[in-house]
């Protein structure tokens, strides 16, 4: 197997320092195709000098100058310095993400193709709520994976792919499918109290993440300035739209979304009261 060897180079040195580094090169060993990083010293005088290169992606070696005569000593780099490119692997590494991304999207094919009002009965918050029909509460919480088009959920997922990892790896997967869950539970809840319209899409997802991301850093007794102007950009922007315009979209459902993830940033940040429940430290 080949390797590449990328230097990165870290001089040190005892006694009278060398006059020139005349020239770099690389040496591979044979039989094994082990590429090492190397270079070759021209100098005089009576010192003793070495030039370690570290490895930076593959491996690498340390070479020694002794007085006016060159000696390469090409260490054995060990293998934990070593990245073996048929050893990589693809992670599933953010299984909440990933797992709400394929949902939303075998969710579209469904409707687009075999089950063309699957989208509109089971995955879109209507404008009213029945006690006695158990769909009604599914759709309290599945609207986030439904959506009207590619368009729309492409909008939305490139943010929440973009986003989402970050927060899962920060948060923890459980804390963060709690968090969409009590988000689509709200904004759909409010809706049916407060609007007659139907509702359906992970935008307000999307806007919980923004909030929350921008207080990742946040601890008790602070306001992150990035925070303040993520509220002035985005929710002053949805409330100016939702205030001017009159289309199609749920600008409510982006205010709260955000106000959802504002809420879990101060709660799980470092002294807020999340981080005093058992359980969700």
């Not at 993400?97 to 918050?125: D, K, Q, R, W």
Request: aromatic share 12%; proline share 4%; with cysteine.
């Amino acid at each position: 197997m080949g390797f590449l060897a990328v230097p990165l180079m870290n001089l040190g040195f005892a006694g009278a320092s060398p006059r020139s580094l005349s020239a770099a090169s690389r040496s591979t060993s044979g039989g094994t195709g082990t590429a090492h990083s190397c270079a070759a010293l021209g100098a005089g005088g009576s010192c003793l000098f070495y030039l370690r290169l570290p490895p930076l992606l593959f491996g690498g070696s340390r070479l020694f100058y002794s007085g006016a005569r060159a000696s390469w000593n090409a260490c054995k780099p060990s293998p934990k310095n070593f990245v073996y490119l048929n050893s990589m692997k693809i992670t599933f590494n953010a299984p909440v993400v990933l797992g709400f991304t394929v949902a939303s999207c075998v969710v579209m094919l469904l409707s687009l193709t075999i089950l063309p009002e699957f989208n509109t009965h089971y995955f879109a918050a209507t404008g009213y709520f029945d006690w006695g029909r158990v769909a009604d509460y599914f759709r309290l919480f599945s609207h986030v994976m439904g959506h009207a088009n590619w368009e729309h959920l492409v909008g939305n997922f490139s943010i929440i792919l973009l986003i989402g990892p970050i927060l899962e790896e920060k948060y923890g997967s459980k804390k963060l499918l709690l968090m969409i869950l009590v988000t689509a539970l709200a904004t759909a809840a409010i809706n049916n109290i407060f609007w007659d319209t139907g509702m359906m899409g992970a935008s307000g997802i999307v806007f919980m993440m923004i909030l929350l991301g921008s207080l990742v850093n946040f601890s008790s007794g602070t306001i992150p300035i990035t925070f303040i102007l993520i509220v002035v950009l985005y929710i002053g922007q949805e409330v100016y739209t939702a205030v001017s315009k009159d289309d199609n979209i749920s600008q409510f459902a982006h205010i709260m979304g955000g106000f959802c993830g504002m809420l879990f940033g101060f709660a799980l940040g470092k002294g807020g009261i999340g981080s005093k429940i058992p359980g969700l430290k």
